[in-house]
């Protein structure tokens, strides 16, 4: 039963991963701190909601679309809101964004209503059997997309042009200033790409989960955690947290009581801070 | 002339990168020392062993046979250690006279007393008429000034200044000097100073201490030092 | 101008009770309790420049240990107090020398702190004596008369008691700005490493804060518990306190005396407005007010980033 | 208007009969009723279903001849806002108060009442310290968490001998919520004395919050258990039951011994066929009162969508309960209606129970849990047998038998 659980574990730590990987993108290259991180992600599961219910497309689709929209608004909220605060102390991007945060949270309320919204998809209750073993279809469909969305993301910091130059104005930014960089434009490519990664674990997660609008915040503390234990600003750090966070909660919930798993999320969080808070991956400054 | 502050054996290394190695020298009670060397050679290291910023590898410094190693800034501040920052680190949204406050309550306990001494450094370095200006808002040569009123206002026996006279014009150096000359002459203020404005350090120091690549060069008095051929040849050599 | 200004607001809460029906008394109590929680925090924040995002963890703390106290040993909550506001002092000192220790800093400070008022909220809701998720209860007596020993009174009285505690803590903050140790404090907020520079012992002056910051806080702790007579974990616990406790010292003016009371004067009567705006235009979706309030505090952040206080300060004479 | 309205309507005029002495008040004055719910928040969910129950109720309160003018608040499920709109509730004019759904929130709102001497109805909150504190002003028509144990776990005792099955080891999952504590803690003082036909085997904790119960379920299935207790709260309850799909985890019957959960929209809709079977033992809507009838019907006409709930049968109860006050004390000043609250005996009701009467303590202690069994898609009482529309099913057929 362990070994089961620490599948499960490690599958929906994939999908934490993609999640956190957009906090921790927006955090590394701008040191923005995205306390809206979560209810962005509730809205792209009503997204993969209303696509499923109404246009009748499986999340597993309408995740490309969705991240595509995602991207321009994340591109856009840099450019008209968030710009002006990237240079302010963090406790008025903390206010900008929790602003953000309230107004998507009751937003979604006033346009979703209270009820939790469910995607139906034909293979919701499919499980494989191998030996002894039994895996969850749709959280092995939902972990594979998060790899794979995830594998892209990395490869696109590493190889192409906008990745290095964002990963230039990360390192330096007045050195990417000085040799020729547009900041400006770099910073909401990385905002649009950190919340359109966010937007697809969103809509991954919305396989897993009913989407209502409270579990904004529940969300966005995951991904703190996730974040800090795998490494602020360390891509592969965060996917590393989400399995961890993954793995370990379902361990906890197995070994302890199943209340306390969060507790001991957080108290594994503490640890890091205080022994290594560059995180497990992370580089120290 | 007694010693002040001596440094023995000194060193240092960053990831394997050897900062400083086996440097020492001395200053003496009432001397202005002057350490030069080309960028990179370890002086703003050397500056922050002695100020407790982080303790060398290997080494003692001791001021007036007090050993200061493993002392944490504040406590080298209490044992009488003054300094400025190479680039200048002023409390911005404070006043003037608060930033000068601050220093003048290592000194002073009480409030009253504080604020006079920091009005006295004030008036000293010339910056009485900016006193309830916010820092934030002063000129690059002023705030050089409001980090040496700050450090003096601690009341130290022995003063870093890190680079204060770089960036200023000639007249403004030449101000700058005369302050330290007449504080070194009235109230015996030793002053060790890292410069790269020759003028300065040709004016104020009774002796230099060269040090290039982390290692000890030479000293002497400033006008046999520069006619010294290796510290020529590591300022004309050692220059990337 | 300000020493006029601070009268007359003086003035106008003492006299509000006289004039206001039991509606307005119980919206400036809870604008008194959230002027004195965020003026609390600001020592740490405004003044001594640790973003703390876990200040619920000490107004819990507080709550519940006074109210335990109360309800098994009998000892009254104005003895309470004492023992509530140093358990507070104990932890807030605990995280601070960790965090220094440890060199946790900036964002991760912040998290840190969340961190442990989650602990603290998984913790309680565990704890079976003190009612775990069940809730810890009061009994609710003598509802009328005033019993200043045992918080016990009427709404009047409660009002009253959070007045003094937000003034006296304001004169406090006042004194403590003008001293040393708040000049120091200013000095760690601006630039931690030329502060020690100055001989200001960087732990010392850290942990002060948090220490005094986090008993001030728990002291409106004792206060809520008594007037709640009700304690629940994921209430006085939770991150959504923290965060309404740190909305009035931001929007009022961070690091000032004025800004905690301003924003709280502010945004208190802000969503008792909106309230009132959306049901006059029959807006009655569920929802409505919070999203508004959002936008309202959006607003504010954009265009008075610094806050309500400097941006008055710099009109006045 | 086709015969349908007509002939609700018919239903309603015999109910009006009951309530005949109203009749002659209907030209006074309707009683201001102020009801407070968590319409946004954490809990906007229960609000706003909770809400839909008082919506319904100024018209069929009317044509019974107790007119009532109702105001909305919303606590946003905050304490503070809770407390203060219900102040501004009463300054307003509320001469009664209905909520709060949550208990810290009612706890809040009842010393506002008792301060101001306006009576606070408890649609739900089951906090028991909640009518232990010794409020005049405080009345309460929702079971305490120890009532409904004690019937929820004698219905499983009944449901087992009525359908002959036979469980030998239990596994009780709990959310560990104030609500789920409680149930707890008197499941754990209440069950030894009951003589249950089970033991209880493994008691799992979880966390409402947490985002999947792949665990939680795992550790159930591996317990051996043949038999499911579980205390949800709301949309837990889908997440659980498909988990023990996905985890191929058949016990014999999964019962709530009085919980939300299972027999909300969102459970039939989301989970449909599995969904089935599922039991509840709760208080529920008596499906054969005759005001249970025009309430019902009532509900359908306004809200075609919603399913009827135990949130909106308590809250219309509650305001039911306000408006028969007033009538008795032929004044809708709270005051009158402070002295005719405790005399309360009202035998037309739409829950399943005695008639609704309070203790010294502002409690009612005649609400009886129904055995709610999922069927079709659809909540049926099927015990006790004077209430039940269907006989229970038990075992349940397995996931891949539906």
Same mark, same amino acid.
């Given at each position: 039963m362990i070994l089961d659980q620490v599948v499960t574990g490690l599958l929906t730590g994939l999908i934490y991963g993609l999640l956190a990987l957009g906090l921790s993108v927006i955090f590394g290259v701008m040191? =923005?701190?995205?306390?809206?991180h979560g209810e962005m992600s509730v809205v792209a599961m009503y997204a993969a909601w209303a696509a499923a219910r109404?246009?009748?497309?499986?999340p597993l689709l309408s995740l490309i679309p969705i991240a595509a929209i995602f991207f321009g608004a994340g591109y856009l909220l840099q450019r008209g809101l968030i710009q002006p605060f990237v240079s302010r102390p963090d406790y008025m991007q903390f206010i900008l964004l929790i602003s953000v945060a309230l107004i998507l949270t009751n937003g979604a309320l006033l346009v979703f209503g209270p009820e939790a919204r469910g995607i139906q998809v034909d293979y919701a209750f499919d499980s494989y059997e191998i030996g002894t073993f039994l895996i969850d279809k749709v959280r092995l469909l939902a972990a594979g997309a998060a790899l794979t969305l995830t594998g892209l993301l990395l490869a696109f910091f590493r190889f192409t042009l906008t990745g290095k130059a964002i990963r230039a104005a990360a390192d330096n930014r007045t050195g990417a200033q000085v040799i020729g960089l547009d900041i400006g434009k770099l910073y909401a490519v990385t905002f649009g790409i950190g919340t359109a990664s966010l937007g697809a674990a969103g809509v991954l997660m919305a396989l897993l989960n009913d989407a209502i609008p409270r579990l904004g915040p529940e969300l966005t503390l995951l991904s703190f955690v996730i974040v800090i234990v795998g490494g602020l600003g360390s891509m592969t750090g965060a996917l590393a947290g989400g399995v961890l966070i993954g793995v370990s909660e379902a361990l906890a919930g197995t070994l302890l009581q199943p209340s306390l798993k969060s507790m001991f999320s957080f108290a594994l969080l503490v640890l890091i801070l205080l022994?290594?808070?560059?995180?497990?991956l992370g580089e120290r400054s | 002339m007694n010693t002040l502050l001596e440094l023995q054996g000194v060193t240092k290394s960053f990831r394997g990168l050897?900062?400083?190695?086996?440097i020492g020298f001395t200053v003496g009670e009432g001397e202005i020392v002057g350490l030069i060397g080309p960028n990179g050679a370890g002086k703003t290291t050397l500056f922050n062993m002695i100020a407790g910023v982080f303790p060398p590898d290997r080494g003692t410094i001791r001021l007036s046979g007090r050993d200061?190693? &493993?002392?944490?800034p504040h406590q080298t501040c209490a044992a009488g250690i003054g300094r400025t920052f190479q680039i200048v680190r002023p409390?911005?949204?404070?006043?003037v006279a608060e930033n000068v406050l601050i220093g003048a309550l290592h000194a002073e306990k009480k409030m009253h007393a504080a604020r006079t001494r920091a009005a006295e450094v004030l008036a000293l370095v010339g910056l009485d008429a900016k006193a $309830?200006?916010? $820092?934030?808002? %002063?000129t690059l040569p002023e705030r050089k000034c409001l980090e040496v009123a700050r450090a003096l206002a601690t009341r130290p026996r022995l003063l870093l200044l890190d680079e204060?006279? $770089?960036?200023?014009?000639p007249n403004e150096t030449d101000q700058m000097v005369a302050i330290f000359r007449r504080l070194n002459r009235e109230t015996g203020l030793s002053i060790l100073l890292v410069e790269h404005v020759m003028r300065a350090v040709m004016a104020l120091s009774h002796r230099v201490v060269v040090i290039n690549s982390g290692r000890f060069l030479c000293a002497g008095l400033p006008a046999d030092v520069v006619k010294d051929p290796r510290v020529l040849e590591c300022y004309l050599g050692g220059e990337d | 101008m300000k020493r006029t200004a601070l009268f007359v607001l003086i003035g106008l809460f003492l006299l509000a009770p006289l004039a206001s029906g039991p509606y307005l008394l119980s919206l400036l109590t809870t604008l008194l309790t959230f002027a004195y929680l965020g003026q609390a925090w600001n020592i740490m924040m &405004?003044?001594?420049g640790q973003l703390s995002l876990g200040h619920a963890l000490y107004v819990g703390l507080g709550a519940y240990v006074s109210a335990a106290l109360s309800l098994?040993?009998?000892?009254p909550p104005i003895l309470g107090v004492f023992p509530a506001m140093a358990a507070a002092a104990l932890v807030g000192s605990a995280i601070g020398f960790l965090s220094f220790r440890f060199a946790v800093k900036g964002v991760h400070f912040t998290l840190l702190t969340i961190a442990f008022a989650e602990i603290a909220r998984l913790t309680f809701q565990h704890l079976s004596a003190l009612g775990g998720t069940g809730g810890l209860f009061l009994p609710v007596e003598a509802?009328?008369?005033?019993?200043l020993i045992h918080l016990r009174g009427d709404p009047r009285m409660f009002y009253y008691v959070i007045l003094a505690m937000a003034a006296a803590l304001f004169l406090a903050c006042r004194a403590l700005m003008a001293s040393p140790l708040g000049y120091r404090w200013q000095a760690l907020r601006e630039d931690p490493a030329a502060a020690e520079s100055l001989g200001v012992n960087l732990l010392r002056v850290k942990l002060a804060a948090i220490a005094l910051s986090a008993a001030l806080t728990a002291a409106g702790g004792v206060f809520t518990a008594f007037f709640y007579n009700a304690l629940f974990p994921d209430q006085w616990f939770g991150l959504g306190y923290s965060i309404e406790i740190i909305l009035a010292p931001i929007i009022g003016?961070? /690091?000032?005396?004025?800004g905690p009371i301003l924003g709280a004067i502010l945004l208190t009567p802000l969503g008792e407005a909106i309230t009132a705006v959306t049901d006059g235009l029959g807006?009655?979706?569920?929802?409505i007010k919070p999203f508004c309030y959002g936008v309202c505090l959006l607003l504010i952040v954009k265009f008075l980033p610094d806050g309500i206080w400097p941006a008055i300060r710099k009109r006045l004479p | 208007m086709g015969p349908k309205i007509s002939r609700r309507q018919m239903v309603a005029g015999a109910t009006a009969a009951v309530f005949a002495p109203a009749l002659r008040l209907s030209a006074a004055a309707p009683l201001k009723v102020g009801l407070l719910l968590?319409?946004? /928040?954490?809990l906007a969910r229960e609000g706003q279903s909770c809400k839909r129950g008082a919506d319904v109720s100024t018209g069929v309160l009317a044509q019974l001849g107790l007119p009532i003018e109702l105001t909305v608040a919303d606590t946003e499920t905050n304490i503070d806002t809770a407390r203060t709109r219900a102040e501004k509730l009463i300054a307003d004019g509320a001469q009664v108060l209905v909520g709060a759904f949550d208990s810290a929130h009612t706890m809040a709102v009842a010393q506002v009442c008792e301060q101001r001497g306006v009576p606070l109805i408890i649609n =739900?909150?089951?906090?028991?310290?909640i009518t232990e504190?010794?409020?005049?002003t405080v009345f309460r028509n929702f079971p305490t968490a120890g009532r409904l144990t004690t019937d929820g776990l004698s219905l499983i005792k009944d449901l087992l001998s009525v359908t002959g099955l036979k469980v030998e080891k239990a596994a009780f999952l709990h959310n560990n919520d104030t609500f789920g504590q409680a149930m707890a803690g008197a499941i754990g003082k209440l069950a030894p004395g009951l003589e249950l036909p089970f033991a209880i085997g493994e008691t799992i904790a979880y966390d409402g919050?947490?985002?999947?119960y792949a665990v939680e379920i795992g550790r159930a299935k591996a317990s051996g258990a043949d038999l499911v207790l579980m205390i949800s709260h709301g949309e837990d309850a889908i997440k659980l039951i498909r988990e023990m799909v996905k985890q191929r985890f058949e016990p014999k019957a999964i019962i709530s011994? &009085?919980?939300? /959960?299972?027999?909300?929209a969102q459970f039939y809709k989301t %989970? /449909? +066929?599995?969904?089935?079977?599922a039991i509840t033992n709760l208080p529920w =809507?008596?499906?054969?009162a005759p005001l249970s009838k025009t309430l019902l019907a009532a509900f359908g006409k306004q809200f075609p969508d919603a399913l009827f709930e135990m949130n909106v049968g308590f809250t219309f109860e509650a305001i039911l309960i306000a408006a028969d006050a007033a009538r008795r004390a032929g004044s809708t000043a709270s005051k009158g209606l402070l002295e005719a609250l405790p005399m309360t005996n009202l035998s037309?009701?739409?829950? =399943?129970?005695?008639p609704i009467a309070f203790d010294g +303590?502002?409690?009612?202690?005649?609400i009886h849990s129904a055995a709610i069994q999922n069927r079709d898609s659809r909540p049926v009482v099927v015990l006790p047998n004077e209430n039940a529309e269907m006989t229970p099913v038990l075992p349940m057929p397995g996931w891949q038998k539906r």
């Open positions: 040191r =923005i701190v995205n306390f809206a109404y246009l009748g497309l499986d022994l290594r808070p560059q995180g497990l | 050897k900062a400083n190695e086996d200061l190693v &493993g002392l944490k409390f911005p949204h404070l006043t $309830a200006q916010k $820092a934030g808002t %002063l204060v006279m $770089a960036g200023l014009r | &405004g003044f001594a098994f040993w009998g000892i509802r009328t008369g005033v019993d003016g961070l /690091g000032t005396l004025f807006w009655q979706s569920a929802g | 968590p319409l946004s /928040g954490a =739900i909150a089951a906090a028991p310290n504190q010794g409020f005049r919050a947490a985002r999947d011994p &009085g919980s939300p /959960g299972m027999y909300e %989970l /449909g +066929k599995f969904g089935d079977y =809507i008596n499906p054969r037309e009701h739409v829950m =399943i129970g005695g +303590k502002g409690q009612n202690n005649n």
